[in-house]
Nanobody
Framework: QVQLVESGGGLVQSGGSLRLSCAASGSMLSIDAMGWYRQAPMKERELVATITSGGTTTYADSVKGRFTISRDNAKNTVYLQMNSVKSEDTAVYYC???????????????????WGQGTLVTVSS
C-alpha cells in the first residue's frame, strides 16, 4: 500500500518561513508528478504547487514568488518551502501524487491517486 506522510506544519508568524515535507512509501513501480494542495476553513481545496519528476514546476498565483516546490526523486519526497507567509496561507496542506503499483486482487498494475493525511499550517499576525 502506497502512503504519503507529510510533516513540517505548525504555527508561524506572518512574514516567517516554514518547510513542509512529504515522503511516499510502499511498493510502487513509478511515481508521477507530486503536488501540494491546501484547504482553508470553509473553503474548497485548492492547488498550491506541482512538480514533475523532471523538475517542471507550476504555482498558484497566490504563492508565486513566495513558495518553492522541490523534490528528491531518490527519496520519493517532495518539499514546499514557504517564505513570507501571510494569514491567508493558513490551511491544512495536503500532499498528492499518482503512482503505478500492484494492488491486491488485480493482475496488472493500477494507476492510483494518493493523498497524504494533511498537515496544519497556522499563520499568526
Amino acid at each position: 500500500q502506497v502512503q504519503l506522510v507529510e510533516s513540517g506544519g505548525g504555527l508561524v508568524q506572518s512574514g516567517g518561513s516554514l518547510r513542509l515535507s512529504c515522503a511516499a512509501s510502499g511498493s510502487m513501480l513509478s511515481i508521477d508528478a507530486m503536488g501540494w494542495y491546501r484547504q482553508a476553513p470553509m473553503k474548497e481545496r485548492e492547488l498550491v504547487a506541482t512538480i514533475t519528476s523532471g523538475g517542471t514546476t507550476t504555482y498558484a498565483d497566490s504563492v508565486k514568488g513566495r513558495f518553492t516546490i522541490s523534490r528528491d526523486n531518490a527519496k520519493n519526497t517532495v518539499y514546499l518551502q514557504m517564505n513570507s507567509v501571510k494569514s491567508e496561507d493558513t490551511a491544512v496542506y495536503y500532499c498528492n501524487t499518482h503512482v503505478r503499483a500492484y494492488v491486491s486482487g488485480w493482475l496488472n498494475p493500477r494507476y492510483l491517486e494518493v493523498w497524504g493525511q494533511g498537515t496544519l499550517v497556522t499563520v499568526s499576525s
